[in-house]
């Protein structure tokens, strides 16, 4: 039996290429990893143009400016937004001016329209004097030409996909997604739209790893659903392999008389880099590499227990096959005790917020490696290394947010 951390390592050791990129379109781009630095090709805004809609003038002209001495200046030009302005403001006069239009030469300011008397007429009345340079959007101020916008290794949001936009990007390079196949086992299993007999369990691995890869930016490829059956399971594990990146099997990785996992995986080459991890749940874990390539992971079939050994491990190796790491945890203060244990790195999962300007954590009640309710709600997954007792309130907890989670 090894450590978290040694099952880190030779996870880590065991990967020994990062994906191919490939030139993706921008609509395909969101949850992809980007496989290179991205720089601004021109800078933002392009040229100094108009905060808002108003009146491009020249301060000195309005300086003074106010509801009972307001300044009247001639409206020489209208300058919409992509048009340009081909006539210098002159003192006493001004350019009407919209959002986004660009800032005619001889004005150093834009009055807003509501400090105006309107847009009507060729002469307008100001009321009131910003300051000078008022609610102008100068070339460059909030991105250099050649600056980088985001670097290798970044998780595309909708907020990249803008910024791409924003900078004419139709596609870019992305790490290609890893394809994910999953394996759950178990007579006892049914699905959703199965009447469930007296002694069934609805399937929750399956549709819960799923959920799990997608969340990763991974992509499933084949799913198995499968009783203990050692051929059936063989053959399915057989086609998985061919077909993957990283297989995810739950259930039949013990040592029970219908736990056939361990050997079907041998018989088709697997090499087994280590099984049983010392932690608490999940610990008969698996972790394996094929001949022909795909990293192979067979969690524990309770529940919680293949949670939270795909969040800790496969997230971790989906990260890498992606170009970059793996999730970054970091310390919160516990609000309860935590029920550490004496021989056994700990999981449990959380809720995480701020308070005070601290990071603090409640632990779930529900430890049991059966208990789904755990997770639900939660939004990170806290640990402790093995101790005797429990860890008191006010401790310092390791803590990942999940893939979901939000911080409150």
């Not at 809609?53 to 020489?76: E, M, N, Q, Y």
């Not at 939270?308 to 516990?334: D, H, I, N, R, W």
Request: proline content about 7%; charged content about 20%; overall charge negative.
């Amino acid at each position: 039996m090894i450590t978290v951390q040694e099952a880190h390592t030779l996870i880590r050791e065991s990967i020994k290429i990062t994906s191919p990129s490939c030139r993706t379109p921008l609509d395909q781009l969101p949850g992809r990893i980007i496989a290179e630095d991205i720089h601004a090709g021109f800078p933002m805004p392009r040229f100094t143009n108009a905060a808002m809609d108003g009146f491009a003038v020249r301060f000195d002209d309005i300086s003074a400016s106010s509801h009972s001495s307001p300044s009247s200046l001639k409206v020489t030009q209208e300058i919409p937004a992509g048009a340009s302005s081909t006539i210098a403001v002159a003192s006493g006069c001004c350019a009407r001016i919209m959002t986004g239009a660009p800032m005619p030469c001889g004005a150093d300011t834009v009055v807003q329209f509501e400090d105006t008397s309107g847009f009507d007429g060729d002469v307008v009345d100001i009321y009131k004097a910003p300051a000078r340079g008022a609610n102008i959007r100068h070339a460059g101020e909030e991105v250099r030409i050649g600056e980088l916008l985001f670097a290798r290794g970044t998780r595309i949001t909708p907020a990249e996909i803008a910024l791409l936009a924003a900078f004419g990007f139709g596609a870019a390079s992305a790490y290609r997604q890893p394809k994910v196949a999953l394996v759950t086992v178990g007579d006892e299993l049914c699905t959703a739209d199965q009447t469930a007999g007296e002694l069934a369990i609805y399937n929750s691995n399956l549709p819960m790893l799923e959920a799990c890869v997608k969340a990763s930016g991974a992509t499933v490829c084949n799913s198995w659903q499968l009783p203990d059956d050692p051929l059936r399971i063989r053959e399915a594990l057989g086609k998985s392999l061919a077909e993957c990146d990283l297989l995810v099997t739950a259930g039949g990785i013990s040592t029970g008389q219908y736990d056939y996992m361990q050997e079907a995986l041998s018989n088709l080459g697997v090499e087994q880099k280590f099984w049983k991890v010392a932690q608490k749940p999940g610990k008969p874990l698996y972790f394996g590499t094929s001949p022909s390539g795909p990293l192979v992971f067979s969690l524990p079939g309770n529940p919680v227990s293949a949670l939270v050994c795909f969040l800790e491990y496969c997230m971790a190796a989906l990260s890498l096959l992606q170009g970059t790491e793996p999730p970054t945890k970091f310390e919160a203060l516990l609000d309860e005790p935590f029920p550490a244990d004496r021989k056994r790195h700990r999981f449990l999962f959380g809720r995480i917020r701020v308070e005070g300007g601290s990071l603090r954590c409640l632990v779930s009640t529900n430890t049991e490696s059966h208990m789904l309710t755990a997770a639900s709600g939660a939004n990170c997954l806290v640990e402790s290394p093995p101790i005797s007792g429990e860890l008191p309130a006010g401790s310092l907890v390791c803590c990942t947010l999940l893939p979901w989670g939000t911080l409150s």
